[in-house]
């Protein structure tokens, strides 16, 4: 891999649980990010997937900016952006932007979509001086498909894609290098998912962005992504190439994940493995000892309740080059392939 252009390293974010009105004592902490890591190349797409409340929002608050972290490192080009202040933080804010889930909710409905797209120039207004803004964002609502001339228009009059294609021109407003897009399709009808998916590739390969994909569904991600990480309950539990993931995953939340993807295709419906998870996603207030996954997982043991499983190469496939050497945090990793056509989504 390129040298990364982002390094997340033991990223962690603990929301302290308080109880009394007036003298609030905590008694506990909501562990929504419990050492996640990863690293982004240029140019790359990493697909991040996992239940609600497993902590994807979360993640994708703090590699922006919008949250804290209690611990871990984010190193942007080599730098640790969690111990910045000031305008080096302001400088690196510009180049990680965000486009969020509800394109409903996270537009002003008060303000134009000219004010909307180039508000970050108030903050920046380096990047475009007062009188060529306007043409500024006319150039961008041109990039995300959207005729120049609507600029005046207010939110309430587009549709549900071209609002969220209003957001994404907000994201590109500034030229970021890294766009985090926490789950940019979730809201929108299906017929236009592919559509909104098929205009962040083409932006991707225009202005050279690296993406952080995030989504609740494995079939969305697989279009878009070059690597996917798949996360339960605060943590990444596996990683890799798209093919390691949706092929031979190893491990059994990536596996029953898998088997509830839709597959087109009749044939390999049927010979397709359902793997039904029973019981609900633990407490991120409580979570489990040992591996966060044992209260459901089919496979778990004794030494499961006991140690956490460390996301890394399993000793099993660590001499073998083949396609399950990937990180997986599961004490009894194996390889399974659930969809049997998954090469040809
Ligand atoms: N400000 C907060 N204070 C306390 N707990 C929080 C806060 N924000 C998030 N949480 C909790 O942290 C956990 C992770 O939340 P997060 O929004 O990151 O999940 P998510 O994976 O994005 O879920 P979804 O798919 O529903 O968007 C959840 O249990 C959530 O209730
Ligand atoms: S470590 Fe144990 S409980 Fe966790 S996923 Fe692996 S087998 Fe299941
Ligand atoms: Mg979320």
Same mark, same amino acid.
């Given at each position: 891999?390129?040298?990364?252009?982002?390094?997340?390293?033991?990223?962690?974010?603990?929301?302290?649980?308080?109880?009394?009105?007036?003298?609030?004592?905590?008694?506990?902490?909501?562990?929504?990010?419990?050492?996640?890591?990863?690293?982004?190349?240029?140019?790359?797409?990493?697909?991040?997937?996992?239940?609600?409340?497993?902590?994807?929002?979360?993640?994708?608050?703090?590699?922006?900016?919008?949250?804290?972290?209690?611990?871990?490192?984010?190193?942007?080009?080599?730098?640790?952006?969690?111990?910045?202040?000031?305008?080096?933080?302001?400088?690196?804010?510009?180049?990680?932007?965000?486009?969020?889930?509800?394109?409903?909710?996270?537009?002003?409905?008060?303000?134009?979509?000219?004010?909307?797209?180039?508000?970050?120039?108030?903050?920046?207004?380096?990047?475009?001086?007062?009188?060529?803004?306007?043409?500024?964002?006319?150039?961008?609502?041109?990039?995300?498909?959207?005729?120049?001339?609507?600029?005046?228009?207010?939110?309430?009059?587009?549709?549900?894609?071209?609002?969220?294609?209003?957001?994404?021109?907000?994201?590109?407003?500034?030229?970021?290098?890294?766009?985090?897009?926490?789950?940019?399709?979730?809201?929108?009808?299906?017929?236009?998912?592919?559509?909104?998916?098929?205009?962040? @590739? !083409?932006?991707?390969?225009?202005?050279?962005?690296?993406? +952080?994909? &995030?989504?609740? *569904?494995?079939? /969305?991600?697989? #279009?878009?992504? @070059? !690597?996917?990480?798949?996360?339960?309950?605060?943590?990444? +539990?596996? &990683?890799?190439? *798209?093919?390691? /993931?949706?092929? #031979?995953?190893?491990?059994?939340?990536?596996?029953?994940?898998?088997?509830?993807?839709?597959?087109?295709?009749? *044939?390999?419906?049927?010979?397709?493995?359902?793997?039904?998870?029973?019981?609900?996603?633990?407490?991120?207030?409580?979570?489990?000892?040992?591996?966060?996954?044992?209260?459901?997982?089919?496979?778990?043991?004794?030494?499961?309740?006991?140690?956490?499983?460390?996301?890394?190469?399993?000793?099993?496939?660590?001499?073998?080059?083949?396609?399950?050497?990937?990180?997986?945090?599961?004490?009894?990793?194996?390889?399974?392939?659930?969809?049997?056509?998954?090469?040809?989504?």
């Amino acid at each position: 891999m390129a040298e990364a252009i982002l390094e997340v390293r033991d990223l962690v974010k603990h929301y302290p649980l308080t109880q009394g009105i007036l003298f609030k004592k905590q008694v506990g902490a909501v562990k929504a990010v419990d050492g996640v890591s990863f690293d982004l190349a240029p140019g790359e797409t990493l697909g991040i997937v996992g239940e609600s409340g497993c902590g994807k929002s979360t993640v994708a608050k703090m590699l922006v900016n919008l949250e804290r972290p209690t611990a871990g490192q984010i190193k942007y080009k080599g730098e640790d952006i969690t111990q910045m202040s000031g305008r080096a933080l302001k400088a690196v804010r510009r180049n990680i932007q965000m486009v969020f889930q509800d394109p409903y909710t996270s537009l002003n409905p008060r303000m134009t979509v000219g004010d909307i797209i180039g508000e970050p120039y108030e903050i920046h207004p380096e990047v475009a001086p007062k009188g060529n803004r306007r043409q500024k964002v006319q150039d961008l609502l041109d990039v995300v498909g959207l005729n120049p001339e609507y600029i005046n228009r207010y939110p309430h009059q587009f549709s549900g894609g071209q609002r969220q294609r209003i957001g994404i021109a907000r994201g590109l407003a500034l030229q970021p290098e890294i766009i985090v897009a926490d789950e940019p399709v979730s809201a929108l009808d299906v017929s236009v998912q592919a559509q909104v998916v098929n205009l962040l @590739d !083409r932006l991707q390969n225009e202005f050279s962005l690296s993406y +952080v994909f &995030i989504a609740h *569904d494995l079939s /969305i991600v697989r #279009h878009i992504s @070059d !690597r996917v990480g798949v996360m339960y309950l605060g943590r990444i +539990v596996e &990683i890799g190439r *798209d093919e390691e /993931i949706y092929d #031979h995953p190893t491990h059994p939340y990536t596996q029953a994940l898998l088997s509830a993807v839709p597959v087109p295709d009749p *044939d390999a419906r049927e010979h397709r493995e359902r793997i039904i998870l029973t019981g609900d996603v633990p407490s991120p207030a409580n979570p489990p000892s040992g591996c966060p996954f044992r209260t459901r997982c089919w496979k778990a043991r004794e030494r499961c309740a006991l140690e956490v499983p460390l996301l890394e190469v399993p000793a099993e496939f660590r001499l073998a080059s083949g396609p399950a050497h990937h990180p997986s945090a599961c004490h009894f990793a194996e390889e399974k392939r659930v969809v049997p056509d998954a090469g040809s989504g």
